[in-house]
């Protein structure tokens, strides 16, 4: 299990679909947003299980789960 520190937040991405519009898009496209799986206790804006929009190219990933900064995040989708 990952458990993140400080202000940082696990995040399961969600898969791009694919569009029909002839280009080729691979079967799973990374996107920018995702379902929070863990956070750092200093985290005070987002919760686990929050869907989330994040900046683009800015996590790390670890098997599959990135790890992103809170101020990364910059909105929670759905509330």
Same mark, same amino acid.
């Given at each position: 299990?990952?458990?993140?520190?400080?202000? $940082? %937040?696990? =995040?399961?991405?969600? &898969?791009? @679909? &694919?569009?029909?519009? /002839? *280009? $080729? %898009?691979?079967?799973?496209?990374?996107?920018? $947003? /995702? %379902? =929070? +799986? &863990?956070?750092?206790? @200093? =985290?005070?804006?987002?919760?686990? /299980? !929050?869907? =989330?929009?994040? +900046?683009? $190219?800015? &996590?790390?990933?670890?098997? !599959? *789960?990135?790890? *992103? +900064? @809170? @101020? !990364? %995040? *910059?909105?929670?989708? /759905? +509330?």
């Amino acid at each position: 299990m990952i458990k993140p520190t400080q202000d $940082y %937040i696990l =995040v399961e991405p969600e &898969a791009e @679909e &694919a569009s029909n519009s /002839g *280009l $080729y %898009i691979p079967e799973k496209q990374q996107s920018n $947003y /995702g %379902i =929070v +799986k &863990a956070r750092g206790i @200093e =985290v005070k804006n987002i919760n686990t /299980g !929050d869907k =989330v929009f994040f +900046k683009q $190219y800015s &996590a790390i990933e670890i098997d !599959d *789960l990135l790890l *992103l +900064k @809170e @101020e !990364d %995040i *910059l909105a929670v989708i /759905g +509330k």
